[in-house]
């Protein structure tokens, strides 16, 4: 069975560029989470996406968006990039709501 | 807001000892537990889920449990210079509204050296 997938691996953007970061999640899990891990950091949340839906999002400005597509795969859209932003962006996925998050192998994101 | 806490360490031991990792958790309504091994520049990847008070073992690795005193804990038995890596806590349960976000902590560096 195919893990969480993630692409990029390493995305370099300049500052005030856009990125979009992309998952699929495990054959049959519905629920995707994204989380930001600064240098040093922990993992902070960003995103919930349920069955198609925005669930939640963590204490982040709204140039963090993204979506959920009928396949249940994500995307990450990071506008106005900013250096502060630069960080590992991992995907994660469930089977349902207390299960264990399984994580992606993560996209690196460089703003210059 | 829920928290999470970890020692940051580092924490370290000789190779074939124990290695005893710790959590504690500020929301008394969480319903599951687990840990995350994270090592260097990579992401992390599930050890341990542990549901209900009490010891679960699997391998090398034993989590134990206590709702009431909101603490989790991970032992690793002959821990080995491979186990070097990040630790992470992780917690889940119902926010208002339904939600469940698993809350991380800042993870425990552990160091098994020959």
Not at chain 1, 23 to 47: D, N, R
Not at chain 1, 64 to 74: A, D, K, L, M, V
Not at chain 1, 81 to 91: G, H, I, T, V, W
Request: glycine share 10%; charged share 15%.
């Amino acid at each position: 069975e195919a893990g969480v997938t993630q692409s990029p691996t390493h995305l370099i953007k300049t500052r005030g560029q856009q990125a979009t970061l992309r998952c699929s999640p495990i054959s049959g899990h519905t629920s995707v989470y994204w989380y930001q891990q600064a240098l040093g950091l922990g993992l902070q949340f960003l995103l919930w996406y349920d069955e198609g839906e925005e669930r939640n999002r963590g204490n982040f400005p709204p140039r963090f968006s993204g979506r959920q597509f009928p396949n249940y795969s994500s995307e990450l859209n990071v506008n106005a990039l900013e250096l502060e932003d630069s960080a590992l962006y991992l995907c994660a996925s469930s089977e349902v709501a207390i299960s264990p998050l399984h994580f992606g192998n993560g996209t690196r994101l460089t703003v210059t | 807001q829920k928290e999470v806490e970890q020692n940051s360490g580092p924490l370290s031991v000789p190779e074939g000892a124990i290695a005893s990792l710790n959590c504690t958790y500020s929301d008394r309504g969480s319903q599951s537990f687990f840990w995350y091994r994270q090592y260097s520049g990579k992401s992390p990847e599930l050890i341990m889920s542990i549901y209900s008070n009490g010891d679960k073992e699997d391998g090398r690795f034993t989590a134990q449990l206590n709702k009431a005193s909101q603490y989790v804990s991970l032992l690793i038995r002959d821990s080995q210079p491979s186990d070097s890596a990040t630790y992470l806590c992780a917690v889940n349960g119902p926010l208002p509204g339904g939600s469940y976000i698993p809350t991380f902590g800042r993870g425990t560096s552990l160091i098994v050296h020959p």
